[in-house]
């Protein structure tokens, strides 16, 4: 290349798609290589910090991306990305739901934490289609669209990716208090989960409010 040609003009800001999906990729493996190696409260601690992350960070851009990319990619390449985002949202689940019973350490713990292996290797097998998927999307949209088109594209990705957020719901239950036993007798409300969108717990904790309760992570039903 010439030193007075034109530089070429950076590609938008698409690629975090798949380098947020490598991401979670790399700690799902992480966690399964170190497994038999960390005590196992850190185990299911990080399993947490996982289940936080999938949720906080690719729940919303897999909702994003299906709402703006897959009907710009036709059937070929968009079919494949919903029946990725399907399978994302099950997983994420079905992590959540196997932490819970881990962390009670239930007389079933050997058996839950089998289930669980079984589930984080599907987890990265998932996330990996999910990349290869993404990065097909990519290069496509490269190919076809004008390079002003694709920086809008991504602006608006951001945008719906923070409207996901609203509409995430996580259930939440309150702290119990350690005078339990007298405050349930006379508030029994504590007791009670409640529904709250992801955007505004992540407002509380930013804002400086402690968060009130524990968090079981529900993205929501699968739907295709």
């Known amino acids: 290349m010439r030193f007075d040609e034109p530089v070429p003009a950076p590609i938008p800001d698409l690629q975090r798609l798949p380098d947020t999906t490598q991401r979670m990729l790399d700690t799902v493996r992480q966690l399964i290589r170190d497994r038999t190696v960390i005590p196992a409260r850190v185990f299911t ?49 079905r992590l959540s739901m196997l932490s819970e019973g881990l962390e009670r350490r239930s007389r079933r713990a050997t058996k839950i934490e089998q289930v669980l292996l079984t589930a984080l290797q599907q987890m990265t097998i998932a996330l990996d289609a999910l990349r290869t998927h993404q990065q097909a999307a990519l290069r496509h949209l490269s190919d076809t669209l004008p390079l002003d088109e694709q920086v809008r594209l991504a602006a608006t990705l951001d945008a719906a990716a923070l409207d996901a957020r609203e509409h995430t719901m996580l259930i939440v239950r309150p702290a119990i208090p350690p005078t339990a036993a007298h405050v349930l007798r006379n508030r029994p409300d504590l007791n009670a989960a409640y529904a709250m969108s992801l955007a505004e717990i992540e407002r509380r904790v930013h804002g400086g409010a402690a968060s009130e309760g524990e968090t079981n992570h529900v993205a929501g039903p699968p739907s295709r």
């Open 45 to 93: 601690s990080r399993l947490e910090a996982l289940i936080d992350e999938l949720v906080s960070s690719l729940v919303p851009l897999v909702a994003a991306e299906e709402r703006l990319l897959c009907q710009r990619l036709g059937r070929a390449l968009g079919d494949p990305l919903k029946a990725d985002h399907w399978e994302m949202r099950r997983l994420v689940e």
